[in-house]
């Protein structure tokens, strides 16, 4: 029998809270015809045809497995190793959750510890923790940290309208009620200067991404220097692709580095799981939501990892807990660590560069379509945005429909005065012969609107 821990007045106190006298009348909104056992379900199929079934469903998708990808904003199609995948299958770390008897899971602790170490290198931060979702809850936390940092006396964050829309949705829900107050995006039209101006007495964090979320590459040093100067803390959202090529955040002054870890050997999977990472300096690592881990010395002088740090309030003082953040994401963060380690640093910095090279190849052959114009004046890594010379969605279907290509993104959906712009991603899986067609389609596209 199942353990049901309510009692007959328990049921009964419930009952009467919402005004009725038993547990048939929640059901009564639902039509009688489609109640048990009157339910309208199809006869039972055996496992063949259950496979056919659902492999038929499965198809109906447009996946990475048989179309062309220009889609990024924040999911990128990369190729991810085998022996991510075979490794992640070892059943010690694809049963295991989450180290609640931290000692006692030493693989789990260590993988861990990589993970954490690897991103901290690659950011260019002195520490880092395993425990978000993804990238968009990983900034929320951020806000969290500079809010308790300055102990509720600064509450204003500015965000750059150059940061990943999701992120700024996602961050604003997290915050909702809690008296943060988000500036710097409502027209999406502010520059670094106009933010700057922003800063005050009263300003926690100032948020920027890196690349931001049209592709575009800054240097923020300068602006670090500006942010510190006004008490407040720098935080970089960015990717760690890029990471490979590229200055580190923590080079520029950056006091938490967020982001996405999609890229490191995990599959797009049509949006998760995911794993976003956080790193910060030193200063602020008590302040952080999530797991630290550490390696020490055990009593026999061998090599061991342990909890070094975890806010209890997560587990036992839920009431008192400043974040609801309580997994590790131990299986995604593990199979970023494998990638990296099977990458290395100059596999890393190869990816990055092919990345890099597929993507301006791209963009000067888009370039030199009639109506259509591609912004050089900014660097950009692997994303650019095109002006189209009709509506993106009216593309995208041609590219569909007659190249098995999945277009770019549609960034007039955030950006309303951003009309007929498609935000276009290349990668290392994109071949010569998928970016030609795609700038066939392109064309056809626009030779279609003059006919």
């Known amino acids: 029998m ?228 006004a008490g407040a803390l720098l935080c970089v959202v960015t990717n760690p692709l890029v990471l490979g090529l590229l200055k580190p955040p923590g080079a520029m002054g950056a006091d938490i580095v967020v982001g996405e870890g999609q890229s490191l050997g995990i599959p797009l999977s049509f949006g998760g799981p995911y794993v976003g990472f956080f790193a910060t300096r030193t200063e602020f690592v008590r302040k952080i939501a999530g797991r630290i881990v550490g390696e020490t010395l055990d009593m026999d002088g061998r090599k061991a990892y342990v909890m070094t740090l975890r806010p209890r309030e997560q587990d036992i003082r839920r009431e008192k807990a400043s974040s609801n953040i309580c997994t590790n994401q131990g299986l995604m963060a593990l199979a970023g660590c494998i990638y990296l380690a099977m990458m290395g640093k100059q596999g890393l910095r190869r990816v990055a560069e092919v990345c890099y090279h597929k993507a301006h190849y791209a963009a000067h052959q888009i370039a030199n379509l009639e109506g259509y114009n591609v912004n050089f004046r900014t660097p950009f890594f692997h994303e650019f945005v095109v002006q189209c010379p009709k509506h993106v969605s009216g593309i995208n279907k041609l590219l569909l429909d007659e190249f098995n290509i999945i277009g770019g993104y549609d960034v007039s959906q955030d950006y309303p005065d951003r009309k007929n712009q498609m935000l276009i991603a290349v990668t290392e899986m994109n071949t010569k012969a998928e970016i030609d067609d795609l700038v066939e389609g392109l064309k056809r596209a626009a030779e279609s609107l003059k006919a």
């Open 2 to 229: 199942p353990y049901i821990p309510h009692t007959k007045a328990d049921s009964e106190a419930m009952l009467a809270a919402i005004g009725i006298n038993n547990w048939e009348a929640l059901f009564e909104a639902v039509p009688q015809s489609h109640r048990f056992p009157t339910l309208n379900i199809p006869e039972s199929l055996n496992e063949m045809q259950t496979l056919w079934e659902m492999q038929s469903l499965a198809s109906a998708n447009a996946s990475a497995s048989s179309h062309a990808i220009f889609l990024g904003a924040g999911a990128y199609n990369h190729y991810s190793p085998a022996a991510v995948n075979h490794l992640l299958l070892r059943g010690e770390f694809y049963t295991a959750y989450t180290p609640y008897q931290p000692e006692m899971s030493q693989g789990t602790l260590q993988a861990i510890f990589e993970w954490q170490s690897m991103i901290a290198a690659l950011t260019g931060m002195d520490v880092a923790n395993a425990s978000h979702y993804d990238g968009a809850t990983s900034l929320a936390e951020a806000v969290t940290v500079a809010v308790q940092h300055f102990k509720g006396k600064r509450m204003k964050v500015i965000f750059s309208p150059d940061v990943h829309p999701q992120y700024r949705a996602v961050t604003r829900t997290y915050h909702q009620g809690t008296g943060v107050r988000f500036v710097g995006d409502k027209s999406g039209q502010a520059t670094l200067d106009d933010l700057v101006d922003m800063l005050d007495a009263s300003t926690a964090m100032f948020v920027v991404q890196y690349p931001n979320f049209f592709g575009q590459i800054e240097d923020f040093t300068a602006l670090s220097e500006k942010v510190h100067k």
